[in-house]
Every structure is written in C-alpha cells, then in structure tokens.
Nanobody
Framework: QVQLVESGGGLVQAGDSLRLSCVAS????????MGWFRQTPGKEREFVAV????????SYADSVKGRFTISRDNAKNTVYLQMNSLKPEDTAVYYC???????????????????WGPGTQVTVSS
C-alpha cells in the first residue's frame, strides 16, 4: 500500500519558519516528480512547489517564490518544503503529492499527481 505522510505543520507567527516533510512508503518515487499543494476552506487546492526526480529542476508559485524551498532525499523517499518568512496568507492545509510515472518534467496541476498525503495544517498568526 502506497502512503505519503506529511509532518512539520503547526501554529507560528508571521515571519517565522517551518519545515514540512513528506515520507513515502510502499514504493519509491526516486524517478518521479513530487510536489506540494495547499488548500484553504472553500478554495481550490493550489500549487505551491514541485521538484523533479533528481532535484535539478524546481518551480514555485509566485506567492511563495523566494521564501519557500523544495528539496528531496531519494535515499529516504522524502520530500521537504522549507518555508521562511511566513505570512498569514500562507495559512492552509499543505499536501504532499507524487506522480506515479517516471520522468524528468515538473507538473503544476494537481491532476497530474497520483498519490496524496492526508495533509498537515499550517497556521500563521499576524
């Protein structure tokens, strides 16, 4: 059974940092793109960041560019999201996603991802 499990969320103040982790089990994603998305009540799940299989290619939503960094450790089947200079508008449930098919591309739309974690809440107070 394939599982993605996020951790590292919490309640922080504006300007603080958090590091989210997502550990995959049941199969390896070392040849596939992995990403982070977020969602607030009543809104669509939105793209945050993506990393290709090797880590050589990354991409970010404009709203987080320069503040968030995505990385991965294929030996640990884990992807990370370092979030700095957090803002109240970053408050959301953050989801890890993994694509089943191997490849070198990155994907910005949630429909390209096959596996999802249950999410971790990030709350940033002003």
């Amino acid at each position: 059974q394939v599982q993605l499990v996020e951790s590292g969320g919490g309640l922080v103040q504006a300007g603080d940092s958090l590091r989210l982790s997502c550990v995959a089990s049941g199969r390896t994603f070392s040849s596939s793109a992995m990403g982070w998305f977020r969602q607030t009540p009543g809104k669509e799940r939105e793209f945050v960041a993506v990393i290709n299989w090797s880590g050589a290619s990354t991409s970010y939503a404009d709203s987080v560019k320069g503040r968030f960094t995505i990385s991965r450790d294929n030996a640990k089947n884990t992807v990370y999201l370092q979030m700095n200079s957090l803002k109240p508008e970053d408050t959301a449930v953050y989801y890890c996603a993994a694509r089943a098919a191997p490849g070198t591309s990155v994907y910005y739309t949630r429909y390209f991802y096959d596996y999802w974690g249950p999410g971790t809440q990030v709350t940033v107070s002003s």
